[in-house]
């Protein structure tokens, strides 16, 4: 029997009709109700949504400006020199690149591939490094020392010299990107998952387990796994802008996705030549790539802080200051500073 | 009189032919000792932890056996050690005839639908994360016993029976109390229809209000499913309000045992004696004449237990012999036959050991 099918009937079993009885608020419902209160988290994630809806819908700017990403129009896409046009001319809404190309569909079409690369790495990298945690973490022994030994030596690996020696040897190409970034992303979070696993399996409710005869499997990924889900979930979405970072990189460096598709790594390098006639040409990919990993990594703190119920009583009080500097034209940012002053005090 | 402990089980067999069927476990000549690794990249073991020391022991069908001493005694050892928690180091453990000790995990499958076990800790026992519904299924889960809706129904019956709302399995267990949360590990040991349930100080974490329910609860339970105990505590009036018999341990070796009673009224171990001496009473008036016998120092540690009678630096009553022979376990003149005493110079009727155990300490009387 799976673990999915195990899973899939402890769910069969919980479902069913609760009358009458005030539900308690579970973990993730009192994690979301904090989220929600974080205004920076809140903002992020529409950001992030906005962003995700505009790379989903590349196409259909492409289709309805008839501007494919690749395609260079040398008659309307260049000015009378020769050189990029500025943004708004032409129906161009960010202007064009040396070639003549819609710079705004290029940086649609580079969102597609970070987001890609961003979400498929971070997802792979999850399962590999919670599974190998989990495992080093709870079988102990030999086990561990080899894979902990081996997590140690990722994490030193100069991860640059190897994406540029696999770029060599493979060529570069978007699964080479993502195969380079997973192997680099994997350690640290198996190194948190086997720290944590190592203390979960001294718990009592462990024991219990083993006493009712579950199999090793069993105990990591129904008993160990949910309890491991808080840091891990905050791990990972820290790690997504860190492989859109790593994707950028390689690109630019010629590494990573090849011209003429577009990436933003790729057309920030070859920006480079152009940003002192054409300031669009650099700016509009760099504040794309910076506003994602931005939102992201305020995304990711702002789960953290959700997560963990301390925070409960800074929001609390942020929203007592609140009310009663109302009208007094403080900043959420002094609100929170004054706050998480108070709270030190307090403690 | 039920379960007791047999100095020779082999012969006990014999003798006790009659009562064989009777016994559920039996456990001869328990070891467990925990390697003490020293440091370096290769960890030698340098002594032994010597928790469990050679304890027999025998649960007998449908009855409590208490057991009890204090922490670090070696109870909670033995008791992972009966419920194949921990490998055993030597000694066998038997289960209606079936020796049990150190089986692969495959093979004690069908013995752990035998023997369950209840924490001490109600909340380090639960998953923090897993729903109620699924903690109390996930017997049947894992034993393939029942699914779906059978198992859902199973656990609310489950649930009804320990006391417990059936509505409330969707829940946490953080939204439970202390009690509550001791039904659900009940419930949950109790689903497999288990023969032998180890409860590893189920109460001592409980308000004392609290532990009389779960007490009864437990109580209830044994008579409607014929459940034998082996109860561990170190209340002692715990175990007497819920003992048939009773075992006493001190650093890793039995130093007295038999039916409740005679354990309980006339002790014979120094060392229960203290124990006996110690534990409040509720009758002010009993309280005030009794004598307690207050012992010296602390427990040894196990990793070099003292010489001959591991109780001899802290008995009152201690003579040469003491620390250099060790008793065996054994009936004394005037016991019962099931009532058995590990020491030398056992205590007799009358005699006033508070007044020794001061004068051990150079008090004057």
């Not at chain 1, 259909?60 to 990029?84: D, E, I, K, M, Y």
């Not at chain 1, 705004?104 to 971070?122: D, E, K, N, P, W």
């Amino acid at each position: 029997m799976s673990i999915t099918e195990l899973e899939f009937q402890a769910t069969a079993a919980q479902t069913g009709t609760v009358t009458g009885a005030i539900e308690g608020r579970s973990q993730w419902q009192l994690t979301w109700r904090r989220l929600r209160h974080d205004k920076m988290a809140v903002a992020s994630m529409i950001v992030i949504i906005v962003i995700a809806i505009l790379a989903i819908l590349a196409p259909v700017f492409a289709a309805l400006t008839h501007h494919g990403q690749a395609q260079v129009f040398p008659n309307t896409g260049l000015s009378a020199s020769g050189g990029p046009l500025s943004p708004g001319s032409h129906g161009f809404l960010f202007g064009t690149d040396e070639l003549g190309r819609d710079l705004f569909i290029r940086v649609l079409y580079g969102a597609r591939i970070s987001l890609f690369v961003g979400l498929s790495t971070t997802a792979m990298a999850t399962v590999a490094g919670v599974s190998i945690g989990l495992v080093t973490g709870f079988f102990g022994g030999w086990v561990d020392a080899v894979l902990a030994r081996f997590i140690d030596t990722v994490l030193a690996f100069p991860f640059v010299v190897l994406a540029l020696s696999l770029a060599v040897v493979f060529g570069p190409s978007l699964t080479i990107v993502i195969a380079v970034i997973t192997f680099f992303s994997w350690a640290g979070i198996s190194r948190v998952v086997r720290g944590q696993a190592l203390s979960i399996k001294e718990k009592e409710y462990i024991e219990a387990a083993r006493s009712l005869g579950a199999s090793p499997w069993r105990i990591m990924f129904v008993d160990m796994l949910p309890n491991l889900i808080a840091p891990v979930l905050v791990l990972a979405t820290l790690s997504i802008p860190a492989a859109i970072v790593f994707e950028a990189t390689l690109s630019f460096l010629g590494l990573g996705i090849q011209p003429p598709v577009a990436s933003w790594g790729n057309i920030l390098s070859d920006a480079q030549s152009y940003y002192q006639i054409a300031w669009w040409y650099l700016v509009f990919p760099a504040a794309a790539l910076l506003i994602t990993t931005l939102a992201f990594n305020l995304l990711g703190d702002g789960v953290r802080d959700a997560l963990d119920p301390r925070t409960e009583r800074i929001f609390a009080a942020g929203r007592r200051r609140k009310r009663r500097m109302a009208g007094t034209g403080t900043t959420q940012i002094d609100d929170m500073v004054a706050s998480i002053l108070a709270d030190s005090e307090e403690g | 009189m039920s379960a007791f402990v047999d100095p020779e089980p082999g012969q006990s067999m014999i003798t006790d032919s009659l009562l064989a069927d009777d016994v559920l476990v039996q456990v001869d000549n328990l070891v467990k000792h925990f390697p003490v690794k020293g440091g370096g990249l290769i960890g030698r073991t340098v002594a032994q932890v010597k928790a469990v020391d050679g304890v027999s022991l025998t649960v007998r069908r449908g009855q409590t056996l208490g057991l009890v001493g204090e922490t670090g005694c070696g109870k909670s050892t033995l008791a992972r050690c009966i419920a194949g928690l921990i490998p055993a180091t030597s000694g066998t453990i038997t289960f209606e005839g079936h020796n049990i000790t150190n089986l692969p995990r495959r093979k004690m499958q069908p013995f752990r639908r035998e023997i369950q076990m209840i924490f001490q800790d109600p909340y380090g026992s639960l998953n923090p994360r897993r729903r109620v519904g699924s903690i109390i299924g996930d017997p049947f889960t894992i034993h393939g016993t029942a699914t779906g809706a059978a198992r859902k129904k199973a656990v609310q019956e489950l649930m009804e029976r320990v006391g417990l709302n059936p509505e409330h399995f969707n829940r946490y267990p953080a939204e439970f109390s202390g009690g509550q949360r001791q039904r659900i590990g009940v419930a949950r040991a109790l689903a497999l229809r288990p023969k032998l349930i180890i409860c590893d100080e189920p109460v001592s974490a409980l308000d004392v209000s609290i532990q009389a329910q779960v007490l009864n609860l437990l109580a209830d339970l044994q008579d409607d499913f014929g459940l034998a105990y082996l109860f561990i505590a170190h209340d002692l009036e715990v175990v007497r309000h819920v003992s048939d018999s009773v075992i006493v341990m001190y650093l890793g070796r039995v130093a007295e045992s038999g039916p409740k009673q005679p354990v309980y009224e006339t002790p014979r171990h120094p060392y229960t004696a203290a124990l006996l001496s110690a534990a409040p009473a509720a009758d002010p008036e009993a309280a005030a004449a009794r004598h307690r016998i207050i012992l010296t120092g602390d427990v040894p540690s196990p990793i070099n237990p003292p010489s001959g009678c591991r109780f001899h630096p802290r008995c009152p009553k201690a003579q040469d012999l003491c620390g250099t022979e060790e008793p065996a376990l054994e009936v004394k003149v005037g016991d019962v036959e099931t009532h058995l005493t590990a020491c030398h110079y056992p205590v007799q009727t009358g005699e006033n050991l508070a007044d020794a155990a001061r004068a051990v300490r150079g008090e004057a009387s």
